[in-house]
């Protein structure tokens, strides 16, 4: 069954979250998603108050970004999410977007490297383990954590290029894919992340979740083309998808066949119901997509 989830941007205020939380568990949404964008809202922050508004919603976080985020630290709060509020939290990491990482001083010359030595560390610490590492950029000294995740807790990464879908595939338990992926894409993506998984001799579960711009309600085309242009991607199709619940049921259902384990539906920056557009996935689209 493919899983569906809904969007809440950083653009909004942190204070609209509440409400959107309460709409989307009573609507029976399946994943509520956050990003940690610069320079707007924590996810973890934004994350925990989602987990504790609500008893049964999933809340994904996607994505940290590494250059900003220790990893003992971001262990410690990844465990202590999965601990609080176990079964229930989707955690990815990715490089970051570099302009930004620049601002904040946390730039790398190399983010496929320290992507690689993070999601190592991370993982590992995650599963209990000890750790000690000297690498290029992640470094530590017999680091474990006291209260690790009762059980696994995966760890997804976000990735663009051929060079972090292979990483992605090799040492992450899942990828997520950005908003204007269309399923050609989503099916070249996918065969990367698996030549990832092969080299690493890997044959466990890997999610792929994939992110398309949706509008629903008045105007909805108008509000996705220039939501698509603010991205770059006016003109291209299949990168949203504009009208009722029957289409976007079936936008949805080609990026499920083209790979997509999870399907975000991301709403337009001028959305004028937040609260609106999370019953409307849980509540007319969901029903329609197997």
């Known amino acids: 069954m493919t899983a569906l989830g809904a969007v809440f941007r950083p653009q909004l205020p942190p204070e609209r979250m509440r409400g959107v939380a309460r709409a989307a568990e009573e609507a029976g949404l399946d994943e509520l998603w956050l990003w940690e964008d610069c320079f707007s809202q924590s996810g973890i922050a934004s994350a925990a108050a989602a987990l504790a508004w609500t008893e049964r919603l999933r809340v994904g976080v996607g994505l940290l970004p590494v250059p900003l985020r220790n990893v003992a630290l971001t262990a410690m709060e990844v465990a202590t999410l999965h601990r609080l509020f176990p079964g229930r939290v989707v955690l990815g990491v990715g490089h970051g977007v570099q ?39 992640v470094r530590l000294d017999d680091v474990g954590l006291d209260w690790p995740p009762e059980t696994a807790a995966p760890v997804l990464a976000g990735a663009i290029g051929p060079r972090s879908l292979r990483l992605s595939g090799e040492a992450a ?28 001799g890997r044959t466990d579960r890997h999610e792929v979740i994939v992110h398309l711009h949706t509008a629903t309600g008045p105007d909805a085309a108008g509000r ?41 539906l991301q709403p337009t920056a001028d959305e004028p119901d937040i609260e609106g557009f999370v019953r409307f996935v849980a509540e007319e689209v969901r029903p329609l997509v197997p």
């Open 224 to 264: 996705l083309k220039a939501e698509l242009e603010r991205w770059g991607d006016a003109g291209k199709p299949d990168f949203g998808v504009a009208g009722d619940a029957g289409t976007v049921a079936e936008a949805v259902q080609r990026l499920a066949d083209a790979g997509g384990d999870t399907v975000v």
């Open 173 to 200: 338990d899942g990828t997520i894919l950005v908003a204007g992926t269309p399923p050609d894409e989503v099916r070249r993506a996918r065969g990367l992340i698996d030549e990832g998984r092969a080299a690493a």
């Open 99 to 137: 302009e930004w990482m620049a601002q904040a001083g946390a730039r790398v010359d190399s983010p496929v490297t320290l992507l690689r030595e993070h999601l190592a560390a991370l993982r590992a610490l995650l599963r209990g383990e000890r750790v000690t590492v000297e690498g290029r950029y």
